[in-house]
């Protein structure tokens, strides 16, 4: 009998549980949180300018540029520095799938559609934009997950504020709870992956 890796069973259980909870969300909680939340999500609108998608990856891409630079004029980058482009490539590469991929796949509608008469449902949209999983936090996520692989310290700092960006997304009804859920665990899980390949990378140098 194949025995997996102990952070494999592990990545697998968070797996499991995440595809619970998106399914009673998806189910249960959705709709009535949105609804919940449908006139407060007005006050928020200037966020989405702020932190639209478009303006961080624009600051990610900057970053990289600036750190590709800094390594072929001085020949060599602090840990951090190369923890922090790592991140910016793993969120910008996290982004990418679940936007043009993961989206078109499920084609699930945003809560204003769906609280203006759309079906809250799978596959409601044929190869669009849709809402599920969401890609923000697949964006903050995968971010978040190299620093929290490389810098352990950094894990509960770093979850609080992946739970405040979520709160955020599903109060403004930019996205419902299961497109956080989802996206958080994609982003994530993508982050620790390339943190994990950036560690056998170094340590093979």
Known sequence: ???FPPGLRIWLVALAACAAAVAFSFSRVDVTVAR???????????????????VLLSLESAVVLVLILARLVTGHLSRF?????????????????????LKPLFGVQDPVAVLNGARHAFFALSFADGSF???HMALAGAFAGVFMRL????????????????????VGDWHFLSDVIAGTFLGVS?????GEGWIVHSTSR
């Open 151 to 170: 810098y352990r310290i950094s894990v509960r700092p770093l979850a609080a504020l992946l739970l405040l960006a979520a709160a955020l997304l599903v």
């Open 81 to 101: 520095r190369e923890t922090l482009g790592i991140a910016c490539l793993a969120s910008i590469c996290a982004y990418a799938v679940n936007d043009e991929v």
């Open 133 to 135: 999983p969401s890609g």
């Open 36 to 54: 919940h939340f449908w006139r407060v999500g007005r006050h928020l609108s200037d966020l989405s300018t702020a932190f639209g998608a478009a």
């Open 190 to 194: 993508a982050g620790i992956l390339a």
């Open 1 to 3: 009998m194949t025995r």
